[in-house]
């Protein structure tokens, strides 16, 4: 099983629909990472969260760390926004990596 | 001026060739990875290495040797391709835990 677990694995919506995808995660994580993947292949960091929430224009990332739980919402969505978006949790301290969820494609039809 | 760079982008061998993909960042970080990204584009670490030294092999086959001459360097130098190492590696950096930037990618095929 893995650490991190995303949902759904597959979204598609319409253009200016709210989007959530969810993340779920095991004991031994200290902050979640949420990247964004688009064809063609690179990867962004968007956020990097251990408490809260975090904001970045239409993006937002939240974080309940007793229920180990992250979403991340993306507001009046675009087609532009259509991407694999990628959770991922590392452990802090000195375990240098990250342990990734398998991803969520989105796809924001205009 | 791009922060995590990584060459080539891509990558096509055969079985049994010896290859190497570099990777260079220039952000100060301490932290540099890689990790492999399969065909069903699941992300795994292959290697951590926190300011040249060795953190993290995920068992990893043999094969695979990292190589950090500095920290704003690692490299990957992959012995006796097979054709299941076909795969888009990326090299990340960081700062200890801090948050992850990644290069481009490379996508190698073995045929």
């Known amino acids: 099983k893995n650490e991190v677990e995303q949902s759904p694995q597959n979204l598609t919506a319409q253009e200016g629909e709210f989007i959530t995808i969810n993340c779920s995660y095991s004991v031994g994580i200290s902050a979640l990472h949420w990247l964004q993947q688009h064809p063609g292949g690179g990867i962004v960091s968007l956020f990097m969260?251990?408490?809260g929430k975090k904001k970045h224009g239409r993006l937002i990332a939240t974080i309940n760390i007793q229920e180990k739980h992250s979403s991340l919402h993306i507001t009046a969505s675009h087609p532009r926004d259509s991407a694999v978006y990628i959770c991922?949790?590392?452990?802090?301290?000195?375990?240098?990596?990250?342990?990734f969820g398998k991803g969520t494609l989105l796809t924001v039809n205009p | 001026d791009t922060a995590v760079s990584q060459t080539p982008k891509y990558l096509v061998t055969q079985m049994g060739n010896d290859k190497s993909i570099k990777c260079e960042q220039n952000?100060?970080?301490?932290?540099m990875y890689w990790y492999k990204q399969d065909s069903k584009k699941f992300l795994k670490i292959m290697f951590s290495?926190?300011?040249?030294?060795?953190?993290i092999n995920e068992t990893v086959p043999n094969r695979f040797s990292p190589k950090s001459p500095d920290k704003a360097h690692l490299n990957l130098h992959i012995n006796s391709l097979e054709l299941g190492d076909s795969a888009v590696y990326f090299c990340?950096?960081?700062?200890?835990?801090?948050?992850?930037?990644f290069g481009q990618g490379t996508r190698l095929t073995v045929v």
């Open positions: 969260l251990s408490s």
């Open positions: 990340a950096s960081s700062q200890y835990s801090s948050e992850a930037f």
């Open positions: 290495y926190n300011n040249k030294e060795l953190i």
């Open positions: 952000l100060g970080h301490d932290t």
């Open positions: 991922a949790g590392n452990s802090g301290g000195s375990n240098y990596k990250l342990t």
